[in-house]
């Protein structure tokens, strides 16, 4: 005997279980799925070790099957970006995988001259990735970037602040950083609690995965990812994005990007251990004096509830071009339908009004 | 390491995470760079300045390892009186002969212990005299290539002075001729601070010793300069002194490129060597088998068994007809006269003096140095065979080349016969791959090549099987080693495609029985054994393919010795006697690796112990000893005629007994240390087509080096054919750095054109922090330019070839290209096209005093061109 | 009836626990059929990465004797199972729709391709490789025997296998070719 269960909180305006927002426990179960259903899965990318390699995005290709950026193989119409070694430049249909690569400098103080204007906070000119604003527009000063630092000539005191830095012997001191971005298999996941058609749901592993013989390419989903993740294929119209290698994991294996990993930058497993061992990492970190490191994703109070994809990141989410506060699209989906109920009711009532009043009159 | 050998890199990670300090010494900034504790960022070309430092740091502060340099190294050999060093002759060791541009090592030989013998009872001695006396023309490189990786032999053993402190021991030699590469002199040569410099020597000294080891990991940034194994020699000094070698932690890792690269040595196909390091015969040393194993016949060590690894040999290859009689064929292999390397050839080829020519899954249009002058090297054959997967662009010169364009070349002058024969993937073929720590791993086939795609096996295998039967009735001497040749192998399936493991089975050798041999010391000089490889003898042992064990490393313990089969006897760390002490105990507990096990009466351990498992560490060599039974108990480097690591090598090298800072070939500098600018014996090859760029030249002003991406591989048939890869990769670019941009007004994403002595290319400019210019403290500043080499016109990511702007001038040791370090010019813009590049580079020849570049018909000389085309040999 | 409704997205929604129809209820017939491609293969071969020389274990999975993927194979000591951007790239490096699989001829002169079948391109070139070794031919060389042809060279690349490498140095020496170089040497 099937029973009707409850309502939507779309449509009662109420969300006391957190369907919308808030931290959520248990995203299966609350999709649907039995109590013995598998633990929900992600990846953690620790970027502090990552080395820019882009394993991750050739496995992913050829796992998935994906085709070559924009040129489809024609010659001549790729090109370099000139964003530092990203020609990858975004995730999108045909990238699931997107290495960043932000080229950072700072001016420092050194006995003897070398080469190079005078000191000054040098702003990467257009050597890094687009996306990332110079430390300096982010009122980020040198001093706050890379604030233990005071000689580069003190390099034990150089690894210890930040194991990523690298160029001495010089009166700049370079960084770069690397990051492996991917969908983050958000809790709360707007790309698909936008879907008209059904075709993005939530798997049993707890992850979020475009159903390519349901989606009929309306593109609603696209503006409603916060990290302007998922995106359509132009020669294809149906929207694509990672899918935490839905097959391989039915067939026990790790998604494509993190079997390759040479590094193990980019962590898979179940996600309450990945957030476990990301906590470790970072305490490390911070206890090897590395200040600037920090989460990503992790917190399932932010805005999206938490990321099944997250990251240990050595800088301000904004220097790898992520939203430094993302916010589910579908946030306010109850308060918006509750101020709909409320004009609907108000018209009613009007209407009714209008109707009795007009009764009244007669 | 992360940024071209990227899974071996997480062993550095993990390392790191454990607390390892990982220090990256590279002019460039990498991706290595980009995670490492501390980056170096050296001038191009100065490595054995910083090396040099080190190794004086290390004896000033007395940090070298006492007891291990005591007893396993030659620091105690004195050196002959004639010997002078190049601190006293300015940068030339004794024995220069500057007409002729080499060195007589006569004067680096040790002091004998007693007056030398006479040649009846000295064989080596007397083989090594007997040479230089009948052929005083032979090339000294010639000698050192003859030698094998044995090394040469030493005339005599040395007196000692256990004490080290005798004036010309090889120990104070060693300091004094490192004396003046101090922290000052190393930071003004290299550009990096005094404190950088320190830094890493506390670093590398600190984690050296009983309880630690450092490990040097290089590639061809060493290897590719014309003092390249000079470089790896300075490094070795360091390990040795340290005690780095030998021990777990410890050695110098030499990272190759190539899956099989490393095999590609091993069992070679290179002109001066035969399978195992066995020297190719050399006409005027080597006319019989006793002249060719003569070096041998008394030397220590392993090496002494020279005669039953070329025998076995050639009874591998010529079977029943290779008899003691006859010599056992040895008259049936050529002999070398010179360099015949690729660089030689093709210069040979410009001439007219090569008919036909294979390239074999290699694209030197794109790969090698003066890609322009192996083009004109191609037009001038009868025929080339190209086998490949992909249309590579040395298949297509005929129409493709750059000089094409500028009237050089023309399909209508080009005689050369084309055959493109494709070729079978890793996947579709059987066989083996030694990887670069020389472990053999067997691939399994997994399909059928597609269409008449076929492996290099099935083409060597039936092109040989024709050209027996072409000839099976001749009677001309000069076909006989063709049809002796032993060429029966199993053929399977329905390419009838030669069995691998067949032909791995006689590498590895067999004994009379017929069976596998399990060990080449089961090898003998009577013609009983076979063995095509001696150095991978026990790759077959018991009738297995050991090479394709893949029991998992879980299974394992932490040296994995069931995965692959490491050559020499599945050894996985080189001389790892070294790793106890003279008495066969482990120097540390923290370090323990192969020791003495006094009650089985044997060596053991955690690794196949690299040593004659039973000899016992207080073994002393009788009188008359020969061979393995030469060595002492307390000698770790069985390879070496004397059983010690070399700090001063007496012979072996053709440019000095001890590694010196040089310049580079071309250099924007004037070397800081010696008045001798550029390595004396360096070899240059002559021609309109390899002009060379001045060095401190105003008219190519820049240093430039070459470089891999992570995204491709070398020349790119492989890579930018490939649109996942050549979408991460798409274009050919140079990076420079924000001031060299601005100097000469380079945009980021823009077209630059370099120009050398050679010819001038365009790329797109990464303007980039991660490369920096250097001030020298005599105010000199010097702009580097970094220069990815992957690409030309052919497949999905194109570009010019960076290998046309180099010239070619080779360490003249290993006739390898300086491709590491050479000048050029850069200016904004795209370069011109047609014959006004030509007008170009010319003009910039004539600014730089440089001869014409001028080229006749199909690159020949503009003079020899007009008297005809196409092969001369008749 | 009840397998009919069941089909019916909507009917799961309203009845089932996912009245958002963001799981159980969304599932399409394509996602409950769905199979990873690595346990359909027919075979899984081990193999070893072409590429550098770090020498990293692969895992081939053949289905109807195509290959349809290539990953790390975890076993192996020495790589994990991990794989760089070539490697990973190795199923495109074998299935490349660029490969060039039948024989191409250029003519002296030619100014384009010919075709020509394998066993007379062997042919041809067994006879090139007699005539060659025939004028470039030397008993001695300045008065020394040498018993070597200067007429045929060969470049190798450094993927050619250790077999491989042993067969053409054999080959090459019997013919008395002495130019044999790799790029072991580079």
Known sequence: MTSISSASPAFTGNDPQNRLYGPLPDVQGE???????????????????????????????????????????TRDVIGLSGMSYDNTGQLGANSWRHVAFIEQVRTVDLPMPTMGPPSHVDAPRGTGHTGAPPADALGLGADEVLSAQTSVLNAEALSEFDPQTGQSGADKQVRWLMSSDVCKHCTHAGCLDVCPTGALFRTEFGTVVVQGDICNGCGYCVPSCPYGVINQRKDDGRVFKCTLCYDRLTDGLQPACATACPTQSIQFGNLDELQARADARLATLKAQGVETARLYGRDEDDGVGGAGAFFLLLDEPEVYGLPPDPIVTTRDLPAMWRAAAKGAAMIVGVALTAVLGSRRAR | MAECHPVGFQWVTEAKARGAKVVHIDPRFTRTSAIADLHVPLRIGSDIAFLGGLIRYVLDNELYFDEYVRAYTNAAAIVGEEYVDSEDLDGLFSGFDPETRTYDEASWQYEPEEPPHSSSDDPPEAAEQERSEQHPDVRHA??????????????????????????????????????????????????????????????????????????????????????????????????????????????IMALRGHASIQGSTDVPTLFNLLPGYLPMPHALQHQTLDDYVGDAAGKAGFWGNKRAYTVSLLKAWFGDAATAENDFCFDHLPKITGDHSSYQTIAAMIRGEVSGYFLVGENPTVGHPNSRMNRFGLANLDWL???????????????????????????????????????????????????????????????????????????YYHLGRILRERLADSTDPRDRPLLDLTWDYPLEGETQDPSAAAVLREINGTGPDGRALSSYVQMRDDGSTTGGCWIYCGVYADEINQAARKKPHREQGQVPSEWGWAWPLNRRVLYNRASADPGGRPWSERKKYVWWDEEAGRWTGDDVPDFEAEKRPDYVPPDGARAQDAIAGTDPFVMQGDGKAWLFAPAGLVDGPLPTHYEPAESVVENGLYKQQANPTVEFIEGPWNRANPSRSDVFPFQVTTYRLTEHHTAGGMSRTLPYLAELQPEFFVEVSPELAELRGLANGEYATLVSARTAIEAKVLVTERVRPIRLRDGTVVHQIGMPYHWSYSGISTGDAANDLLGIVLDPNTHIQESKASTCDIRPGRRPHGPELLDLVESYRRRAGVASGRVGLNGRDPVEASAGEGSTQS | MKTWLDAWPVFRQLTGPDPLGRGRAARSRATENVVSRTATADRVVQSVCPYCAVGCAQRIYVKDEQIVQIEGDPDSPISRGRLCPKGSASKQLVTSPTRVTTVKYRRPYGTEWEDLDLDTAMEMIADRVLEARRKGWQDEHEGTRVN???????????????????????????????????????
């Not at chain 2, 086998?387 to 050089?408: C, H, N």
């Not at chain 2, 890793?426 to 670069?436: D, N, R, S, V």
């Not at chain 3, 042809?149 to 008395?176: F, I, Q, R």
């Open chain 3, 148 to 186: 070597r042809t200067m007429g045929v060279a060969s470049l190798g690349g450094a993927t050619l296998d250790n077999e491989e490498n042993y067969l053409m140095k054999k080959l090459y020496s019997a013919l008395g070719a002495i130019q044999i170089e790799n790029q072991a040497r580079i």
């Open chain 1, 31 to 73: 999709a649907g799925y039995d109590d013995d259903h598998p633990a929900r899965v992600g990846f953690f990318t620790d970027t502090s070790v990552c080395i820019g390699c882009k394993a991750c995005e050739v496995a992913c290709k050829e796992w998935n099957l994906l085709p070559m950026d924009d040129s489809h193989g």
């Open chain 2, 385 to 459: 065979v190209v086998r490949d997967l992909q249309m590579i662009e040395s298949a297509t010169f005929w129409k493709e080349s750059p000089e094409i364009e500028t009237g050089e070349l023309a399909p209508e002058s080009i005689a050369t016969e084309v055959f493109f024969v494709p070729a079978a993937t890793h996947a579709e073929k059987e066989g083996t791959f030694t990887q670069t720590q020389r472990v053999l791993q067997w691939r399994h086939k997994a399909v059928e090549p597609p269409g008449d795609a076929r492996s290099d096996l099935w083409f």
């Open chain 2, 142 to 251: 010639d000698r050192a290539q003859a030698a094998g990786s044995g090394g040469p032999p030493i005339p005599s053993k040395p007196k000692r002075d256990e004490t080290l402190q005798h004036p010309r021991s090889v120990f104070q030699i060693l300091k004094r001729h490192y004396a003046r590469y101090t922290p000052e002199m190393v930071s003004e040569v290299c550009g990096i601070e005094p404190e950088v410099f320190l830094q890493v020597a506390e670093w590398v000294t600190e984690n050296s010793g009983r309880e630690r080891t450092t490990a040097w990991v290089y590639s061809v940034g060493w290897t590719q300069h014309s003092v390249g194994a000079q470089y790896i020699r300075t490094a070795s000094i360091l390990q040795t002194l340290l005690g780095n070698i030998g021990r777990p932690g410890g050695g």
